[in-house]
């Protein structure tokens, strides 16, 4: 269990982290399996696109199957049946996106299930104790997210929150091999940021996220913040961005410093039938497709773009046929995760920002 940087390109950094089930280069994208499932995919199926880490939902998982069922199969690997590193975040977003049905104090949350409706009282120490039972990799700090949009008083309400429930966190033992993230938060207040992340980098975590972006907040804002403060979290740990994002995200917070992400992006998109290529974004269902011959995307050598068509493809979109969601699944995590492994080689090859530049102008391209 530990983290090498690499080499560095300006801000950009390459590394290597070790962890209980496997390495994984970074910078890095998780793909999101948040019911210990990435929709669409088999494990087999995302080892051989080149993940090597995962993301599950504390919370949800929490709730459905369960944690007898989880403890029955001896943690979150076996039952999904995935050999390589797992991450799980909380259930601290769920105070954000649940709020309608929450009740916050300092305590923890209390919220009825939106499955059965049954009361549930989530704390640092509860969070903690169901990833302990996760067995997951990688454990995150319970936080406090606020809205994008909120003011300064509640932003500075939820970071002293989320430093007390950090504290509250470390004191739970997990089980041998698992590493604990804090949470930085501060929304888009570059004093508020740095303020936390010297909070919370003087506390005892393995590795250091930041929170509280991408909800609800402008981009250019996000983009911002992170140019002011990504660097500024400890070198010697993993740095990680929450649930972002678009792959012009990706670009430019690993242009900032940061080292690993996750979103539901790909995955989500995918099934909505939008496609992220060399050449722009493609949304299948246009009818400018419908005889068109060529391959989704000519540049890329996934089993998707190797043997179908885009004609095809619409044509298992309009139908609503169960294989689109998987070939378009595939396609978008190849993407993905070739774009992190294009950006870790430019920075060993010391090119970041020009493979930045030239990666992002293909994205804004209006080819289609």
Not at 224 to 243: H, I, K, S
Request: one cysteine or more; hydrophobic letters at 40%.
């Amino acid at each position: 269990m530990s983290f090498l940087v690499e080499k560095t390109n300006g801000k950009a950094r390459a590394g290597r982290l070790k962890l209980a089930h496997g390495e994984v280069p970074t910078p890095i994208f998780m793909p999101v399996g948040t019911y210990g499932t990435v929709k669409a995919m088999t494990p087999r199926e995302l080892e051989s696109l080149g993940a090597r880490i995962v993301l599950g939902n504390t919370y949800h998982l929490w709730l459905r199957p369960g944690l007898e069922v989880i403890a029955a199969h001896g943690g979150l690997h076996r039952l999904m049946n995935w050999p390589h590193p797992i991450l799980t975040d909380s259930g601290g977003f769920q105070v954000f996106s649940l709020q309608t049905l929450s009740k916050l104090t300092d305590e923890g949350v209390t919220f009825r299930s939106p499955i059965d409706g049954s009361p549930r009282h989530l704390t640092p120490e509860v969070s903690m104790e169901i990833q302990r039972t996760l067995g997951s990799d990688i454990v995150m700090a319970f936080d406090h997210c606020p809205p994008g949009d909120a003011e300064r008083a509640v932003v500075e309400d939820a970071m002293a929150r989320t430093t007390r429930w950090a504290e509250r966190c470390l004191s739970v033992r997990l089980n041998p091999g698992q590493l604990r993230f804090g949470i930085v938060q501060g929304g888009v207040d570059v004093e508020l940021r740095l303020e936390h992340i010297g909070e919370l980098g003087a506390l005892a975590f393995d590795g250091f996220a930041l929170g509280g972006f991408s909800v609800g907040e402008p981009i250019p804002e996000m983009y911002r913040v992170l140019d002011a403060v990504a660097d500024r979290l400890p070198a010697d740990r993993p740095r990680y961005l929450m649930g972002v994002g678009t792959p012009e995200d990706l670009l430019t917070a690993i242009g900032a410093g940061v080292d690993m992400f996750d979103c539901v992006l790909p995955t989500r998109n995918a099934r909505n039938g939008q496609l992220f290529t060399s050449l722009g974004k493609l949304t299948i269902s246009h009818a400018r497709y419908r005889d068109d011959l060529a391959p989704l995307d000519p540049a890329c050598g996934c089993e998707t773009c190797r043997g179908y068509t885009r004609a095809y493809l619409r044509h298992l979109h309009a139908c609503k046929e169960i294989l689109f969601a998987r070939l378009a699944t595939l396609h978008n995590l190849t993407f993905y995760l070739e774009l992190v492994r294009g950006a870790r080689r430019a920075i060993f090859e010391g090119r970041y920002d020009e493979f930045a530049g030239v990666t992002r102008a293909r994205l804004q391209s209006d080819h289609f």
